[in-house]
């Protein structure tokens, strides 16, 4: 199982990022698929997750009405578009993937390799 993201970056306060994270070696339908951010020094945290269909979303208080999660079930893709970013955003952002929905790192089965958000002016 591979899941590879991509689309970190320095950006400014108040700015957008959107991060994607393909899946292989899974069949990516029957996952719940999530993102997980490390900041520096820090635990690795929840950020946002969704069911299998997409039609059901979970955020962390500190990103809610800022982070959206999608996916592309015929892309074996799934994204998290940032917008309003902060300071306290930066962390390496890591995509999750559970065969149950969670918002604890106890409950992922797999992880991708993580995409550094780093913000700042």
């Known amino acids: 199982v591979q899941l590879q993201a991509s689309g970190g970056g320095l950006v400014l306060p108040g700015g957008s990022l959107r991060l994607s994270c393909v899946a292989s070696g899974l069949t990516f339908s029957s996952y719940n698929m999530g993102w997980f951010r490390q900041p520096p020094g820090k635990e690795r945290e929840f950020v946002a997750t969704?069911?299998?269909?997409?039609?059901?979303?979970i955020y962390a208080d500190s990103v809610k009405g800022r982070f959206t999660i999608s996916r592309g079930n015929a892309k074996n893709t799934v994204y998290l578009q940032m917008n309003s970013l902060k300071p306290e955003d930066t962390a390496v952002y890591h995509c999750?993937?559970?065969?149950?929905?969670?918002?604890?790192?106890?409950?992922?089965?797999?992880w991708g390799q993580g995409t550094l958000v780093t913000v700042s002016s």
């Open positions: 999750a993937a559970s065969r149950s929905i969670t918002t604890a790192t106890a409950g992922v089965g797999y």
């Open positions: 969704g069911t299998r269909s997409g039609g059901s979303t």
